[in-house]
């Protein structure tokens, strides 16, 4: 077992990147959020989800936050008639990427309030190292 | 007069907080994660007072018997502000709040520290 100050950054160290492997995938579903398929009636790109998990860290004994899994989301395309679209089918119809551009906008706020509470964590444990270290600056 | 050991006493409680700081980092860290249910730590008290009696660990592979062990803090939050439905009962809130709690008590232990420290060597060096 490590010190538990030096964990506490590691945890936050761990979410840090959990919270921004998550604005990743914000980020690549909004640049996708109009990519039709290139073919013919083909399907359009796919909202990918992503989810967490926790995980013991067997080298230093401390629960980490883990990307469990980065998903696709299996609800409908948006469909559009677009007859000059070269992914439209022989009707005419253009199947659309299943991206909500509002949920993405949301998801993206909670992200970076997470973010920001992580790093508060880390900025507090640094106060508690320093309060720590200043027990040996003045006491002379 | 009771001696009063101080700086055990202070060291004691210094862990104690460090460890609650690690638990609320983990909480944190957590916020979004399904299923989670926040952790916390004992209060102080009941910790100190619990651990006067405590099995000697002979062996790496045994399992920790030490309250303030972060791994070992199954304890479960009481009242969590909110439970979202991927049950989930992180309140970021309130984790920012303890932790400012935590930052006051450390920086209150360290004063006295540091203050019994100075009255000390006042004594020793006359």
């Not at chain 1, 398929?37 to 860290?57: A, C, Q, V």
């Not at chain 2, 980092?25 to 299923?35: H, K, S, Y």
Request: cysteine-free.
């Amino acid at each position: 077992m490590i010190d538990p100050l030096e964990a506490s950054l590691t945890i936050a160290g761990s979410g840090l990147e959990a919270q921004s492997g998550r604005l990743r995938v914000v980020a690549e579903n909004m640049a996708n959020a109009n990519s039709t398929g290139t073919t013919p009636g083909s399907n359009p790109y796919r909202r990918k989800t992503i989810t967490f998990e926790n995980e013991l860290d067997r080298a230093t004994g401390v629960d980490l936050v883990k990307i469990r899994d980065i998903g696709v989301d299996r609800t409908d395309f948006r469909t559009e008639y677009e007859p000059g679209n070269p992914a439209a089918d022989e009707k005419g119809i253009v199947k659309l990427p299943n991206v909500n551009v509002l949920l993405e906008m949301s998801d993206m706020r909670e992200a970076n309030r997470s973010y920001e509470a992580n790093l508060q964590v880390v900025k507090q444990t640094r106060e508690l190292f320093s309060m720590t270290i200043d027990l040996l600056k003045s006491s002379s | 007069m009771q001696p009063i050991y101080l700086f055990d006493l202070a060291s004691q409680q210094a862990r104690w907080l460090t460890v609650k700081q690690a638990v609320i980092a983990q909480n944190v860290a957590n916020a979004n994660t399904p299923g989670y249910v926040a952790k916390d730590i004992g209060e102080f008290e009941d910790v100190f007072d619990g651990a006067q009696l405590q099995l000697a660990a002979t062996n790496p592979a045994h399992l920790g018997t030490d309250p303030l062990d972060p791994a070992s803090a199954a304890e479960r939050e009481e009242n969590p502000w909110e439970i979202v439905y991927s049950g989930n009962s992180v309140g970021t809130e309130k984790q920012m709040l303890k932790a400012g709690k935590i930052n006051r008590e450390y920086s209150l232990n360290t004063s006295i520290v540091k203050a019994f420290d100075q009255m000390l060597s006042a004594s020793v060096k006359g």
